[in-house]
């Protein structure tokens, strides 16, 4: 089984469970949606000793997390799953990462982003987005979801999406290639 040198963040022991079913880690459990000063400077530390990969739930309180560990600490490394394997089997339960197979967590650590916020060059505006349908239009929401998925970046509204897509280096011709694969489902639905 692989070892990975990051810590791993996660909202919960569940979490943990399953991501030790894919991998050996360490795992740092956030226990809900709120990180406290104390959370935030332990995660500080644990980044300059070993590295940091931020691995939440793909709903509101994830992306939470993720973006307060992301302001505050520079050159954490991402991995993402879709919604759509994050669905509980069974009824009643909540939206996670402990519901994806160990396929998909793997997956998901073999492609991780890490953001460079020290880029002030900003590749994608909010026209490249009106252009390509992902703001602004009716089917807009699933398009931008689909792009996250595709792209591997999680879901963002229109904002949150250029930021990820300047943040994470996405290059013009992923994001055309990306909106082409778009464009082709969307003739096929």
Known sequence: MQKIKEIIVVEGKDDTKRILQAVNADTFETNGSALSSAD??????????????????????????????????????????????????????????????????????????????????????????????????TKARSRRERLGEVLGIGYGNGKQLLKRLNLFQITPQQFNDAITLLNREDQNE
Request: proline letters at 3%; aromatic letters at 6%; hydrophobic letters at 40%.
């Open 40 to 137: 935030i400077e332990r995660l500080k530390q644990l980044q300059r000793k070993r590295g940091l990969i931020v691995f939440t739930d793909p709903d509101f309180n994830g992306e939470r997390i993720r973006k307060m560990i992301a302001a505050a600490i520079p050159g954490v490394k991402h991995a993402f799953i879709k919604r759509s394997e994050g669905v509980p089997t069974v009824a009643g339960g909540s939206l996670g990462v402990e519901h994806a197979s160990v396929a998909t967590i793997l997956a998901s650590l073999e492609h991780l982003y890490t953001q460079d916020t020290s880029i002030n060059a900003n590749t994608f505006t909010a026209n490249d987005l009106r252009q390509a349908q992902l703001i602004n239009g």
